[in-house]
């Protein structure tokens, strides 16, 4: 990963992991897609139901963000992967 650096923060790169109600996995992806900072958002099949690519200025953003995530109502658990620098 490659930070770029914006008034001395640099740009944090993520996956989020998300478990949600039964059934609700296409409607939490598209609500989630819609959020600032979130690069793409998509139903999966596996230990999540969505997972969101997310792309950020500094680790507070990122918090801001996985906590509104993780607020929504419904979306049961959120894991966030958090890119390696090289």
Do not use: Q
């Amino acid at each position: 990963m490659v930070s770029i650096m914006f008034g001395g923060e640099s740009t944090v790169k993520a996956c989020v992991l998300i478990r949600v109600r039964p059934g609700r996995h296409y409607e939490a992806a598209r609500e989630i897609a819609s959020f600032d900072g979130v690069k793409s958002a998509f139903a999966v099949m596996g230990g999540a139901d969505v997972v969101a690519r997310i792309e950020v200025i500094g680790m507070r953003a990122l918090t801001a963000l996985g906590t509104r995530i993780g607020n929504l109502s419904d979306v049961v658990t959120t894991e966030t992967l958090v890119a390696a620098e090289e």
